[in-house]
């Protein structure tokens, strides 16, 4: 080869080798849009002899650009040697509840869908995510939770909505489609 394609070569290794590890740390980041949730509880569902038991733990986030609204989810924690070594694959069944909790307030212009809060699921390559919307017509928040994989996504999800309603004698109400991009 000459000196000109085996440059060319290294170039094209070099870009697929940045590729793969920008795909391999990408999933990894636990909270990207709001920060880490706030733990609640913890409640056993199977018990296990040696290792910690399977569970479902409750967690509560604040949504980084909507003053006023929280969010509580509740997800399966995996125990057994896989869970208590943090590499097991946790499945994809998630709740989800978000309340108004103060004055709503928008701190900046939203995209439709845009994550409110993500977190892995797995070791690599499963995330679970938290995205926001807008009902302008009826004034309305709506968050969605779902899982997702690298390569194909899961069916499961659940939804939950925030009518923007005053709080208090003097609060104006804002309206969600004022602040969509």
């Known amino acids: 080869m000459t000196r000109q394609a085996l440059s060319q070569h290294d170039t094209r290794w070099g870009r697929r080798a940045l590729l793969a590890l920008a795909l391999?740390?990408?999933?990894?980041?636990?909270?990207?849009?709001?920060?880490?949730?706030?733990?609640?509880?913890?409640?056993s569902t199977v018990f296990k002899w040696l290792t910690p038991n399977d569970k479902l733990a409750t967690y509560g986030v604040d949504d980084p650009e909507v003053e006023g609204v929280a969010c509580h989810f509740t997800v399966p924690e995996r125990g057994g040697v896989k869970g208590w070594l943090?590499?097991?694959?946790?499945?994809?069944?998630?709740?989800?509840?978000?309340?108004?909790?103060?004055?709503?307030?928008?701190?900046?212009?939203?995209?439709?869908?845009?994550?409110?809060f993500r977190q892995r699921r797995s070791l690599f390559f499963k995330k679970m995510q938290i995205v926001r919307g807008c009902d302008a017509k009826r004034n309305v928040l709506v968050y969605m939770v779902y899982s997702d994989r690298l390569i194909e996504g899961s069916p499961k999800n659940s939804t939950?909505?925030?009518?923007?309603?005053p709080w208090g004698s003097g609060d104006a109400v804002q309206k969600c489609g004022e602040f969509i991009q």
């Open 160 to 165: 939950s909505s925030v009518p923007i309603m």
């Open 86 to 116: 943090g590499i097991a694959e946790e499945v994809s069944d998630i709740s989800l509840a978000c309340r108004q909790i103060g004055p709503i307030h928008f701190k900046n212009k939203l995209e439709q869908g845009d994550d409110m």
């Open 24 to 43: 391999v740390l990408w999933p990894v980041s636990t909270a990207l849009a709001a920060d880490e949730p706030d733990l609640i509880f913890r409640r």
